[in-house]
């Protein structure tokens, strides 16, 4: 083969089988450099790579960090085994049969010894393959057993039923523990019917109000009680006071030297039988 660029300069004359020899160099060296790129690749922190080579996923994962494969065959999936947080939204219906519209975030992992077995029996992410079907499926069932307002008063109790059912329908993985993980389901938000929240707020109203008439009741109760002890209580007094003027007449001297202040008294009135008054020193002098 022969090149000539201008008349006056020589021709370079190239053997076809060397040209040939330039190409097929030049392709084996542009598959190695491809081949050798192929053989090798970062698991990314947080993920665990699942090896499938023609078709065949491995039973073991490989752990975060440079992996080695054979080139073109052998492809490294990555699973996240790091906490995520999805925003889901269901509608509820009631033992009333009211609807009540939920939105939940729902905090999940994925266990290393499950990412093989998640990997081969569920397509991609596993949120909406997985747990958000399980999610809906368990807050529905607990709903259905309590009332609107129920729902409403008792997020907390209807959150913690849901969570643990939802975690009873995921399963777990044959002697490797649970497959997905639900760290948590939080209720954000529970919006009812305008008319339902009125009807509510309206029986709550009465049930206030019907706990402070019991209160007020239950308040003039005790007060009643209270002074008929003490009126009870007086009456025994007097009585037992008759008593003991009746049994023995010195008890009203002995209520007198009770009840004297100290200044000195003297006693004037009739003879004999006859009513006695006690007055003070003081008195009398003024009187003379």
Known sequence: MSYANSPNRRP?????????????????????VIAASQATQ????????????????????????????????????????QQQTEELACELYS????????????????????????FQNFDGDPFPTLIAPRVVEALKEVASMQSAEMIVQNRETIKLEA???????????????????????????????????????????QREEAEQAKFVQRQAEIEAQTAIIKARGDGEAISIRGKALRDN?????????????????????????AAKVML????????K
Do not use: C
């Open 280 to 287: 003070p020193l003081a008195e009398l002098e003024k009187r």
């Open 163 to 205: 969570l643990e059912s939802t975690r009873k329908k995921i399963g777990e993985t044959s002697g490797a523990g649970p497959i997905v993980v639900i760290e948590d389901i939080t209720i954000s938000d529970l919006t009812l019917s305008p008319e339902l929240n009125a009807a509510i707020e309206q029986k709550m109203a």
């Open 12 to 32: 370079i004359n190239i053997p076809d089988k060397k040209m040939l020899g330039l190409i097929g160099g030049a392709i084996v060296i542009f598959i190695a």
């Open 95 to 118: 033992s009333d049969l009211q609807q009540v519209n939920a939105k939940l975030r729902i905090l999940y992992r994925v266990p290393e010894g499950s990412v093989v077995n998640l």
């Open 42 to 81: 970062v698991v990314e922190p947080g993920h665990r790579g699942v090896r499938v080579t023609l078709g065949k996923v491995s039973p073991v994962f490989e752990q975060e960090g440079l992996v080695i494969k054979p080139p073109f065959i052998t492809q490294i999936h990555q699973v996240s085994i």
């Open 249 to 273: 007449p010195a008890f009203i001297q002995l209520e007198i030297v009770d009840k004297w202040d100290g200044i000195s008294p003297v006693v004037v009135g009739g003879e004999g039988d």
